[in-house]
């Protein structure tokens, strides 16, 4: 995808959604005049996930491997990791 923002149109982005030239441009406004009004507050999300996703068995090891070669206060989050 490509994404193209100019001077002329501040509060526009272009997005073609391939790399081959040949397709379009579609113009997409991403702000309005009044900008107070346009933000969007990380509370305003809703959440991506109902409850902790869990690593695969083989990433679960490999993450826990890398632990032997960090301190102890990092490695306690992969450990903590469910999976």
């Known amino acids: 995808m490509w994404l ?20 379009p441009w ?7 005049n009044n900008f107070k009004d346009n933000t969007l507050s990380i509370k305003d999300l809703p959440p991506a996930y109902e409850f902790p ?12 491997d890398m632990c032997k070669y960090m301190p102890q206060q990092y490695s306690d989050f992969y450990t903590s990791l469910p999976g």
């Open 4 to 23: 193209k923002l100019t001077a002329d149109a501040p509060k526009h982005v272009n997005i073609r959604e391939s790399h081959n030239t040949l397709r």
């Open 26 to 32: 579609t113009l997409h406004q991403i702000r309005q």
């Open 53 to 64: 996703v869990a690593l695969t068995k083989e990433k679960k090891k490999d993450l826990l």
